[in-house]
């Protein structure tokens, strides 16, 4: 591989920074005005509550029917984002440190008094500047911590779009890629499917918006979690009929799960993984992680239960002794 167009591939280009914005502007003009259920948030400690339009399904099928006619028609490459993986990582690193320091600046010159918008500066510019200051920023009405998560997880599928074309193009298909692509689209199709529960998860309900979520949703979540897809693209995995098997069971009962507990995502985070097989760690980062990132959630979800329910908290761990993994932790 040349060296030098390795490098320069690690930088960002026009042609990722007009892509990445194309994605955005296409994002905020769809979930505007594409129908879609409105289904209202958490009540916030000022009696106020923010609605949200939940058509994120609608807007992702839309994306991929007009990116599959532009393919067909030559006017979109299938492969443009897997060709410019690196450009396009770092194009969206930059604009996750360019937007967190516009929210920053915002947030402490804002003199709102609402929940959603009443700064909470701490002093701290670092602290501030990652953990943000406004629990519910916006822009042009666009509330911005819902527009973030949805652009990661399409931005993911997109992703892995994209990977797989470039693998049937380089005629690389095997059962292991079709296994990773296959579940990963269930997933997320899932997730838009339920889109609705989103709106009352803990990042949307207390987490104010800074470097930590706007980064978690826009860089880690679409170019980690397709660490697998570039993986196979590069590593070719021949699986037996028995493994095949397993990891569709693990994805399965996974698929049960994850409404429950961290268990399930724990699962399929796995079954994501298990295609690549077990010759490298590399693929495992995924799964790797969400266990180090969900002990330390259920130790921070332990600590807030035992101090909101007390007594009630003490009988419930002796009724369910087990934290994750029944039998082990």
């Known amino acids: 591989m040349d060296l030098n167009y390795l490098f320069n591939s690690l930088f960002p280009s026009w042609t990722s920074a007009a892509m990445l914005l194309s994605f955005f502007l296409y994002l905020a003009t769809v979930g505007s005005i594409l129908p879609g259920k409105l289904v209202p948030g958490v009540i916030l400690s000022d009696g106020t509550r923010l609605h949200y339009r939940c058509n994120g399904l609608l807007s992702l099928l839309l994306l991929v029917l007009l990116l599959g006619v532009g393919a067909q028609m030559n006017l979109v490459s299938p492969t443009a984002i897997a060709d410019r993986g690196f450009e396009l990582l770092s194009t969206t690193f930059i604009f996750s440190v360019l937007v967190t320091l516009m ?38 009405g666009i509330d911005l911590k819902f527009f973030f998560v949805r652009a990661g997880m399409m931005g993911w599928l997109l992703i892995n779009l994209s990977v797989l074309a470039k693998c049937i193009i380089e005629a690389k298909l095997s059962q292991s890629i079709i296994l990773y692509h296959l579940f990963c689209g269930l997933y997320i199709l899932d997730y838009f499917l339920y889109e609705e529960f989103m709106t009352s998860t803990w990042d949307i309900i207390a987490e104010r918006l800074g470097f930590m979520l706007v980064f978690g949703d ?4 679409p170019f980690t979690f397709s660490i697998q897809g570039w993986w196979l693209l590069s590593n070719k995995v021949e699986l037996t009929t ?9 994805f399965l009962i996974g698929g049960i799960a994850r409404h429950c507990n961290y268990l399930g995502d724990l699962l399929l985070a796995l079954s994501f993984s298990l295609p690549c097989g077990i010759s ?13 990132l969900l002990i330390w959630r259920e130790r921070r979800d332990e600590a807030r239960c035992a101090e909101k329910y007390k007594d009630v908290w003490t009988e419930y761990r002796k009724l369910v002794p087990w934290r994750i993994l029944p039998y082990v932790y």
Not at 114 to 135: A, C, E, T
């Open 103 to 140: 929210l920053y600046l915002a947030g402490c010159n804002s003199r709102e008094k609402s929940s959603s918008l009443k700064p909470h500066v701490s002093g701290n510019l670092i602290d501030d500047w990652w953990f943000g200051i406004q629990l519910n920023p916006n822009f042009v």
């Open 218 to 221: 826009l860089v880690f979540i």
């Open 242 to 250: 028995a493994a095949v098997i397993a990891n569709c069971l693990v």
């Open 280 to 292: 490298s760690a590399v693929p495992y980062f995924y799964p790797i992680y969400l266990l180090i």
